[in-house]
């Protein structure tokens, strides 16, 4: 039931999409990152329904997220964004400090996605208890005490400073990034902010292992970012920065893909030259560095048994 009513929340949000004009092709480019970022985290964990690709920043329901009813995966793996995840909630990322206009759109988006569940949950005859109303969470680099005060924010005790909840019948909260602890709690909504607060979340990220979830796929939506910047020439001092900031990272990323692939090429020459071999020598042959690999790509041609790689790999030491 609440999959056919969250899908057709989805559908009577989008007919009530309403254009805006935007002049900076960079401001767009940043925020279909976040919305692409945010859809490829939280998929794993529900329905993710993210707006359309347009050239053109837009008016319309940034993430509509709804967590899968019997989940399995470990949300907690996201960190502050998994518990917001935790619920059926609204994202609305914003690249630049969200202003009190642009606030003030996030809650009526909100309160259409509930009048468009109150609307089908009376045409299914479903009771009003039955309806979970997804939480709004507008996520902000920056906000002014004005700001948060304007629309009555305030901290709850058990809540990370920085998260600001709007009063009880409005279901929604300003997540102010910059304001966030330093944690690994936050990394991955700290990767949303800006200049150094993102840099520094960048820097957290690089040092994770490639293995753990999420780092990779992460790793290429920025790469992603990083190659529409210069596509489009940004002469943003951040910007400029953030692509050179990514720059030896992706380096890495594409000589760790350079090597992997090596070895893979090697182990499976020496499986058809001398048989299987053990997870003890196909560690050792990922253990060597590309130069390496490829003086064992030619010593390979030479072999006739495994004991003909276990010499080669004492001598290579």
């Known amino acids: ?65 709804t967590p899968f009813p019997n989940q399995t995966t470990n949300v907690e793996l996201l960190g502050l964004l998994g518990k917001l995840a935790t619920t059926p909630a609204i994202f609305e990322p914003f690249r630049n400090p969200a202003s009190t206009e642009e606030i003030c759109d996030c809650l009526l988006k909100s309160l259409e996605v509930r009048g468009a569940l109150r609307r089908a949950a009376k045409r299914e005859q479903t009771t009003k208890t039955k309806i979970e109303i997804p939480r709004l969470w507008i996520l902000t680099p920056t906000a002014s005490r004005n700001i948060i005060s304007g629309f009555s924010g305030t901290t709850k005790p058990d809540s990370l400073h ?69 596509i489009n020439q940004s002469s943003q001092t951040e910007d400029q920065e953030l692509i050179m900031r990514l720059a030896p990272l992706y380096q890495q990323d594409r000589e760790l893909a350079k090597q992997e692939g090596e070895q893979r090429l090697i182990i499976r020459q020496l499986n058809r030259r001398i048989g299987e071999i ?40």
Request: net charge negative; glycine share 4%; proline share 3%.
């Open 162 to 230: 920085g998260i600001y909840h709007l009063p009880t019948s409005l279901h929604a909260a300003i997540v102010v990034i910059h304001q966030l602890p330093q944690t690994q709690e936050t990394l991955w909504l700290r990767l949303l902010g800006r200049g150094t607060v993102q840099k520094q979340a960048i820097d957290e990220l690089a040092a994770l292992p490639l293995n753990q979830p999420y780092v990779k796929i992460t790793l290429e939506l920025l790469y992603n970012l990083q190659k529409n910047l210069k």
């Open 1 to 65: 039931m609440e999959g056919r009513l969250f899908l057709e929340v989805g559908y009577l949000v989008a007919s009530y999409d309403i254009s805006k004009v935007n002049s900076k092709m960079t401001r767009f480019i940043h925020d279909q990152f976040a919305k692409d970022y945010l859809e490829e985290l939280l998929k794993p964990f529900g329905e993710v329904q993210a707006a359309s690709q347009v050239a053109g920043e837009i008016r319309e329901i940034d993430v509509l997220f």
């Open 278 to 317: 053990d997870s003890l020598l196909i560690q050792k042959v990922q253990e060597l560095p590309v130069e390496k690999l490829e003086e064992l790509g030619e010593a390979l041609l030479d072999f006739t048994s495994v004991t003909d790689l276990e010499t080669w790999l004492k001598l290579s030491n």
